[in-house]
């Protein structure tokens, strides 16, 4: 029997974390722009050095396995040496891998990370590949669906078609740069058939065509439920997320924390958030997890290291409360 919770589908990758150690005279960093330059030709010295498994589906199934929850990743990786390491830091994670297909002859996503001031530059190779839909494809509670590379569309309408054969399954939308970048009318079916789905501002407002315009939260939440998801998310940086479940409001602000590094910062939230979701708690507990759950994983380097586990969460639930963390309706 069948007794997986949440399926993570999209990519995974492996990212290697540099810090420069002369960047400082390199970076410009002015209140519109900023740049770090580096002297063509050089030889770079770098003080800091780091690996860590990424991807917005890696993070979400580690993310939430930490957190209580079942869950399996569905990806597509090469069957090389990064792949490999991939599949052996996820095994000890004990997400479940049986929906991972790796291709022989095939390449594995890898991104160079380059640290600063607590953001990021990142170099990404998406190895290009066709995505396998696994066979058998099981039902479970929930699937949280995300970012994917150029040749998406296939596998995202294999994915269609199987949610329409799968109503009971509730469908997490989480669309990364190049579903966004196809247009709406690319990822319509999808969202049509979602019941949340997680965006920050920037892409809220890429969505609902209204980039440029001094949006209103409520009616840019309101927009973004017309085009078919029946609960949405919107993340705002310092300015806190918000939800809209259809009928109400929703603001959580941030915990007053410094950034060490930005990555995984969104991933984090989402799995914190569908995983308070899944065991039953209400939105408003649910933007809390996710927001916790970011706050921890902004003081280490990558995308997983700091994710929380289920025991950590009363610890860090206190200090969102010591800290003045308000989650109500506006």
């Known amino acids: ?12 990758t492996l990212d290697v974390f540099l810090e ?8 410009e960093v002015q209140s519109k722009e900023s740049f770090i330059c580096f002297t063509y ?27 209580g929850v079942n869950s399996a990743l569905v990806s597509t990786l090469g069957d090389d040496i990064v792949g490999k390491m991939i599949v052996e830091k996820l095994h000890k994670e004990e997400v479940d891998l049986n929906y991972v297909i790796m291709q022989a002859h095939a390449n594995t996503n890898f991104s160079n990370v380059i640290n600063y001031g607590g953001e990021r530059t990142i170099f990404s190779y998406h190895a290009p590949r066709s995505y396998e839909f696994p066979v058998n494809l099981p039902e479970t509670d929930w699937v949280y669906l995300t970012s994917m590379g150029e ?3 296939p596998f995202y309408d294999h994915f269609v078609d199987w949610k329409r054969q799968h109503p009971n399954v509730k469908l997490a939308f989480n669309p990364g740069s190049r579903q966004l970048r196809a247009g709406l009318s690319t990822i319509q079916p999808v969202m049509e058939l979602t ?16 980039e440029g315009k001094d949006n209103d939260m409520k009616e840019l939440l ?14 705002d940086g310092a300015e806190g997320s918000y939800v809209y479940d259809g009928q109400k409001f929703i603001h ?29 708690k209400s939105f408003e507990e649910a933007l809390l997890w996710g927001t916790i759950n970011s706050a921890s994983v902004i003081g280490y380097v990558g995308g997983q290291r700091g994710l929380l ?3 950590d969460m009363p610890e860090w639930l206190e200090k969102a409360r010591s800290s003045g963390v308000v989650v109500e309706e506006f």
């Open 195 to 210: 019941q949340i789905i997680y965006v920050n501002k920037s892409e809220a407002e890429t969505l609902t065509a209204t």
């Open 1 to 12: 029997m069948n007794n997986l919770q949440l399926l993570s589908i999209g990519d995974a």
């Open 309 to 311: 586990a289920e025991s």
């Open 222 to 235: 309101k927009a973004l439920s017309d085009l078919g998801p029946k609960q949405c998310i919107i993340t």
């Open 20 to 27: 420069p150690t002369e960047h400082e005279q390199f970076c």
């Open 41 to 67: 030709g050089d030889k770079i010295p770098v003080k800091h050095l780091d690996f860590s498994v990424g991807g917005n589906a890696a993070n979400n199934a580690v993310g939430t396995k930490r957190l």
């Open 151 to 153: 040749t998406f569309q």
């Open 252 to 280: 959580a602000g941030i915990l007053p924390v410094d950034a060490y590094e930005r990555t995984g910062a969104g991933d984090s939230f989402g799995s914190g958030c569908i995983s308070a979701l899944i065991k039953g």
